[in-house]
């Protein structure tokens, strides 16, 4: 158990709509970070956000946004839902998404499954 | 266009034989990771390396990052059903903002 939650599990919804998927990281952790697994694009890096705000974007698309709250859980949205988004959604977190060498903690990931 | 090319793929052995992992890269990193990740779970780190040549060893794993600091290897002696699952190589970026750029992974099964 790394430390890192991550709600739901399983997630299976139709083109077109919206959903939230939501990230609580270790207890201490600053940052937190998205990431999609795919068959075909392997692990990908959406975004960073760091004690509440966005410090780094990766290949996130301009349907897709994410937040980190005063609390330090993050949420990622995706919108106007593709059959190509269905993935497995990641979040990690790490103490201070700093030195690039620092551990990122890995949740147990969102499955989602756009129909 | 993929920036850390893992070979192979796919690689299926019997419990007992010594197997290598390559993680390849145009690109310079300042840190290079390998994490393993099973069946429903996410990728779990399993070593960090971060200067150029350097070898580290976990147990039966030995890591090495190559003296450019493009390239890396995993290398497994006397394979165990455990090591079973998907090897993940992750390249830290230079510049910019931290972020990892992975590979595509490489899926071990070992056979007992």
């Known amino acids: 158990d790394s430390g890192v939650t991550q709600t739901p599990k399983h997630l299976i919804t139709a083109t077109g709509q919206r959903v939230t998927l939501r990230c609580s990281p270790r207890?201490?952790?600053?940052?937190v970070y998205w990431y999609q697994q795919s068959l075909d694009q392997g692990l990908q890096f959406l975004i960073q956000?760091?004690?509440?705000?966005?410090?780094a974007k990766g290949n996130i698309l301009e349907r897709f946004s994410a937040q980190q709250f005063p609390d330090l859980h993050s949420e990622l949205n995706l919108s106007s839902l593709e059959l190509g988004d269905s993935a497995l959604y990641f979040c990690?977190?790490?103490?201070?998404?700093?030195?690039?060498?620092?551990?990122?903690?890995f949740g147990p990931g969102t499955r989602l499954l756009v129909l | 266009t993929q920036l850390l090319e893992q070979s192979p793929q796919f690689l299926s052995i019997q419990e007992g034989e010594n197997l290598t992992v390559y993680c390849n890269s145009s690109?310079?990193?300042?840190?290079l990771q390998w994490y393993r990740q099973e069946p429903g779970e996410g990728p779990v780190l399993l070593v960090t390396v971060v200067t150029g040549g350097e070898v580290k060893k976990l147990k039966r794993l030995t890591f090495q990052f190559g003296d450019a600091r493009k390239d890396s290897s995993l290398h497994i002696t006397a394979a165990q059903p455990g090591d079973t699952g998907l090897y993940l190589c992750a390249g830290a970026r230079i510049q910019g903002a931290q972020k990892l750029v992975f590979g595509q992974g490489t899926r071990l099964t070992i056979n007992p």
């Open positions: 956000y760091y004690n509440g705000e966005e410090r």
């Open positions: 207890s201490g952790d600053l940052s």
């Open positions: 990690a977190s790490s103490l201070s998404g700093g030195p690039p060498q620092e551990t990122q903690y």
């Open positions: 690109s310079v990193f300042s840190s």
